[in-house]
């Protein structure tokens, strides 16, 4: 959730505001602003998505391809790869649903989920094998939902001569309901159960980024505190321009009740042996910029992600080389997404084709 407020530039505030105080606080959204080069960048088109054998001439295209091709036209796969960006970025795992049609011969629906939403339960012992999905959200102030998914093996009762549920890779699933509200008192009570006869769960899941030895993947937001850094130095410094930027006249030797203005401000009366002095400023805040832009860098630089505005007196004299070697980082991050998002896009897919009844469809390609 704190990913997601800042990706909307809804920041902590950096120096706290006083009762009564004007709020003077700087928020230069960085996040908002990296997670939107890397969307650009990650689906600047629609990747061709084919099965085995496919040929790309128009017409030729097996069944199961058109199928396939009529099931993403459906689902807009440009505008779902953005929503599938931004939905994986910011919470670090991307969570994708699929949905039955609602009726005969369409095609079936596919959702990019909340992951604020969804928790996945795994075997302790295979960190990438998920047991069931829990998935819970909020109706209304007294109502709350919960949708348990769950394969059909692993609600088989127990027996002496199998105490312990044995994993079933085909295993049907099955979506179990529940809802709270006041009335029960609080309490979860089931209120359905829809069955999901297909050797897969409805739920696609996969990590943002590489991370070992765990199940959930990292944030491309996980350096936010660099943000609020940025905010602060910015705040200051705008803080100390609006009380110091203008000299303040001060007067030495002269009672200010003899002092008379012969013009509004203009120039003084004043009594003779007067001294007057400006007091200002002494610095023009250059090592507060420099820390600005030193910390605006490095949020950049964690992100992988190039910031124009730390080039733009380059930009005339980049070469192609330059150009090259400037954005060699972001694109080896995107093409590492491009590689586990691309994974995810053809699960998707084979798993939509068996949903059209192509029980034996394969693994397509992602290019």
Same mark, same amino acid.
């Given at each position: 959730d704190r990913y997601w407020r800042y990706y909307r530039g809804e920041h902590d505030a950096p120096p706290k505001v006083r009762d009564g105080e004007r709020d003077d606080n700087i928020f230069i959204n960085l996040c908002g602003q990296s997670i939107d080069k890397k969307v650009s960048f990650f689906a600047p088109q629609s990747p061709v998505i084919q099965l085995p054998g496919e040929t790309p001439q128009q017409g030729d295209e097996s069944p199961a391809q058109k199928a396939l091709d009529g099931f993403w036209k459906q689902n807009e796969l440009e505008m779902f790869l953005v929503e599938l960006g931004m939905g994986g970025f910011i919470p670090g795992h991307a969570f994708v649903k699929l949905l039955l049609p609602d009726a005969d011969g369409?095609?079936?629906?596919?959702?990019?989920? !909340? %992951?604020?939403?969804?928790? $996945?339960?795994?075997?302790?012992?295979?960190? =990438?094998?998920?047991?069931?999905?829990?998935?819970?959200?909020?109706?209304?102030?007294?109502?709350?939902?919960?949708q348990d998914i769950v394969p059909v093996w692993l609600l088989a009762k127990p027996t002496e001569a199998q105490p312990v549920p044995?994993?079933?890779?085909?295993?049907?699933?099955?979506?179990?309901?529940?809802?709270?509200?006041?009335?029960?008192?609080?309490?979860?009570?089931e209120t359905g159960r829809d069955p999901w006869n297909y050797p897969f769960s409805p739920i696609v899941q996969w990590k943002n980024g590489p991370l070992p030895h765990e199940f959930y993947g990292p944030s491309d937001l996980r350096h936010y505190r660099l943000? !609020? %850094?940025?905010?602060?130095? $910015?705040?200051?410094?705008?803080?100390?321009? =609006?009380?110091?930027?203008?000299?303040?006249?001060?007067?030495?030797?002269a009672n200010m009740d003899n002092v008379q203005a012969t013009s509004i401000d203009g120039v003084w009366e004043l009594p003779e042996g007067t001294q007057v002095y400006n007091l200002e400023m002494q610095s023009d805040l250059g090592s507060s910029m420099r820390m600005y832009d030193l910390l605006r860098g490095a949020f950049f630089?964690?992100?992988?992600?190039?910031?124009?505005?730390?080039?733009?007196d380059q930009v005339g004299a980049l070469t192609n080389f330059a150009l090259r070697v400037l954005y060699g980082d972001m694109v080896d991050l995107i093409d590492t997404k491009h590689r586990l998002y691309g994974r995810g896009l053809a699960e998707i897919s084979r798993r939509a084709l068996v949903m059209m009844g192509y029980a034996d469809a394969e693994l397509p390609s992602v290019t």
């Open positions: 369409e095609y079936p629906d596919v959702a990019v989920l !909340d %992951a604020r939403h969804v928790t $996945a339960f795994w075997d302790i012992s295979n960190v =990438k094998r998920v047991l069931w999905y829990r998935l819970q959200w909020e109706m209304d102030s007294h109502t709350k939902r919960r044995q994993y079933d890779p085909l295993s049907a699933w099955v979506i179990i309901e529940y809802e709270q509200t006041q009335r029960n008192g609080g309490k979860w009570v943000n !609020d %850094a940025v905010n602060f130095i $910015a705040t200051n410094t705008a803080r100390i321009i =609006k009380f110091h930027a203008h000299p303040t006249t001060f007067v030495v030797g630089t964690e992100g992988r992600v190039v910031d124009w505005a730390s080039h733009k």
